[in-house]
């Protein structure tokens, strides 16, 4: 298995996705830390989806509302 692995990590399908791993990363770290995403506020899955829904949409809404400044 750990062969397998090893030879996996080697793999150019793998070297392409670790490169692009770092901005999902990012984005995780801003939804948990800068918008409440790392606990949950309120108990039971759908209060977890309600907050899980409400806080992509606030960092999309963030995104687009930056984008438009751009212009």
């Given at each position: 298995m750990h062969a397998e692995q090893a030879a996996f990590q080697?793999?150019?399908y793998f070297k392409e996705k670790?490169?692009?791993r770092y901005k999902i990363e990012a984005k995780n770290s801003e939804l948990k830390h800068r918008h409440g995403y790392d606990v949950?506020?309120?108990s039971g899955l759908f209060g977890m989806r309600l907050q899980g829904a409400?806080?992509?949409f606030a960092v999309n809404l963030k995104?687009?509302?930056t984008l438009m400044r751009e212009k």
């Amino acid at each position: 298995m750990h062969a397998e692995q090893a030879a996996f990590q080697e793999s150019d399908y793998f070297k392409e996705k670790s490169k692009e791993r770092y901005k999902i990363e990012a984005k995780n770290s801003e939804l948990k830390h800068r918008h409440g995403y790392d606990v949950a506020s309120a108990s039971g899955l759908f209060g977890m989806r309600l907050q899980g829904a409400t806080t992509i949409f606030a960092v999309n809404l963030k995104r687009i509302i930056t984008l438009m400044r751009e212009k």
